[in-house]
């Protein structure tokens, strides 16, 4: 299959070793960072949605959008010219344990695309069939999963946090075997694909892996190819090189953590092997966004006894994260020093980050010590008051330090006798915040700009997610259309959709998909 507006550039091959062995059956590869592989056709493709912007900047026209051939080619039946797939072999920790070698289990690379600023994007579909790496699995995913990533993936971008990007879904026609409770209750879904976009999927576990096995020459590779691709800057340091790389990987997690604790984001999984070397968000499954404010809350099911990647954690696991590949990385380095340097570069600026977004979530100029025992005692109120954590934000946005009144956080509470209790003490805090308003500077125009930029007023909600979930599965897109919306302007108010602005109902508190999530997907 021909496109002249195309060109592919495959880096990945031909920069890395492959495997000898081609195809999906399972085995350990060893000596190899990819294996060449076909995705499994399905029955009938079709496109049920798109990123306009993405495609665009991809250079995709809407006549290649609007072509039969592109559900094909994205759903796995068929291939663009220059397209050569295949699947990544990484290991990584999973839930602290170290879980040997992974890799993509469900996941296709299609190619490199050149995009037409010349820079370059790796093609992936999530959902494609069975690899080598599928361990037993089917390699597919159904359409409840695909469409919670297809959505977030776009709702990060438009919150401006670090993320991988989601081309398009489409839908297989074919039916999808899952127990989702992990109850011995399995049921036939339906079956998507997502087509996942990203300048790498590298992972901490890629390089784990290869230091796992004592293959130092294959680490070195690795990391010299992941430098000259994704840190051309650093190409040129010598020595040096292997340090200054550690150090930026170790800044891009200080800042990409930052913003989900900004705007409430929760992963979920935050195994090394779900963690970007590139500092992205990557692999949407059982995540979730804080409704009413619990540090303590994790979307995902497997995760509900030991609460390992609940919200409140995830800069103490990054950097647990970043420990363990330091460790993969340390026999490049004949001093550690490096290492120790990098690992100091993710506190030191994720406690700025954290300073930053104190002062524009509160709406000062600057964040002082003081301010920081502000938003902590903030967000006490929160917990125990049990208000949602977006609305009490941008609430505040409302709020007038010369005429303080509570009321504007009204919308946020669940519980009006979580509300009374915390009454006194919330009054209280109202008034110092009064005070430091009036000493900060800014003008309320200033002030009301700047959180209003940095407090989002729609995110993807569980509960709006399974709207649109539930509504697709009957065959009304409609939902997942609407929300996709909704999601490109965050931050702005848009008359009309209050209801996608809205706190967690009743109804969804603890309802499957609404509350917690599993992996069974």
């Not at 946090?161 to 026609?173: D, I, K, Q, Y």
């Not at 590298?202 to 190819?225: K, N, Q």
């Not at 954690?313 to 994260?321: C, I, L």
């Not at 993710?346 to 954290?354: L, N």
């Amino acid at each position: 299959m021909s496109t002249e507006s195309l060109r592919f550039d495959n880096r990945f091959l031909r920069d890395l070793p492959g495997d000898d062995e081609t195809g999906p059956r399972v085995r350990e590869v060893r000596g190899a960072l990819w294996s060449s592989v076909m995705p499994t056709p399905v029955a009938a493709p079709r496109l049920l949605a798109y990123s306009p912007e993405l495609a665009t900047q991809l250079g995709l026209g809407q006549d290649l959008l609007d072509s039969p051939d592109f559900p094909r080619v994205f759903g796995g039946n068929a291939l663009y010219e220059g397209m050569q797939p295949w699947a990544a072999n990484y290991g990584g920790h999973q839930f602290g344990h170290w879980a040997g070698q992974l890799g993509d289990g469900r996941a296709i690379s299609l190619g490199q695309l050149v995009a037409p600023d010349g820079r370059y994007w790796e093609l992936q579909l999530k959902g494609a069939g069975r690899t080598p790496y599928s361990r037993g699995a089917d390699g597919r995913a159904v359409l409840r999963s695909s469409i919670r990533e297809f959505l977030c993936s776009e709702a990060m971008h438009h919150l401006g946090v670090p993320t991988t990007r989601a081309l398009s879904l489409v839908e297989t026609g074919d039916p999808v075997v899952r127990d989702m409770f992990y109850d011995g209750h399995p049921e036939a879904e339906p079956g998507a694909v997502v087509c996942r976009v990203a300048p790498s999927f590298l992972r901490f576990g890629s390089f784990e892996l290869p230091a796992s096995r004592g293959d130092v020459a294959l680490l070195r590779h690795l990391a010299d190819a992941c430098i000259a691709r994704d840190f051309p800057e650093l190409a040129e340091a010598g020595a040096d090189r292997y340090g200054a790389w550690f150090a930026q990987v170790s800044e891009r997690t200080a800042v990409l953590v930052a913003h989900w604790m900004r705007v409430g984001f929760v992963h979920g999984v935050m195994n090394t092997d779900n963690l970007s070397i590139l500092g992205l968000t990557i692999d949407y499954g059982p995540y979730g966004w804080v409704d009413d404010y619990d540090p303590d809350w994790t979307p995902n099911t497997t995760d509900a006894q030991g609460r390992r990647y609940r919200f409140g954690t995830q800069p103490q696991v990054a950097y647990w994260n970043l420990t363990r590949l330091a460790q993969a990385l340390a026999p490049l380095f004949e001093d550690v020093a490096p290492l120790h340097a990098g690992l100091a570069r993710f506190q030191a600026v994720h406690a700025q980050c954290e300073r930053d977004d104190t002062a524009a979530k509160l709406g000062l100029a600057a964040c002082g010590d003081a301010d920081l025992g502000l938003m902590a005692d903030w967000l006490q109120l929160l917990h125990e008051g049990e208000m949602d954590m977006t609305l009490a934000f941008r609430g505040l946005i409302a709020f007038d330090p010369l005429a303080p009144d509570m009321a504007v956080l009204d919308d946020a509470f669940y519980s009006p006798d979580r509300r009374a209790a915390v009454l006194p003490a919330l009054q209280a805090w109202l008034q110092a915040y009064a005070l430091r308003l009036q000493a900060d500077g800014l003008d309320p125009a200033q002030r009301q700009q700047r959180m209003r930029a940095a407090n989002p007023l729609y995110v993807l909600r569980n509960w709006l997610a399974q709207e649109a979930i539930e509504r697709a599965e009957q065959g009304d897109l409609g939902g997942v259309h609407a929300l996709q919306e909704v999601l490109r302007h965050p931050y702005d108010e848009q008359p009309g959709r209050a209801h996608y602005a809205g706190k967690r109902p009743e109804w969804a508190r603890n309802k499957a998909g609404c509350s917690m999530l599993s992996c069974s997907s």
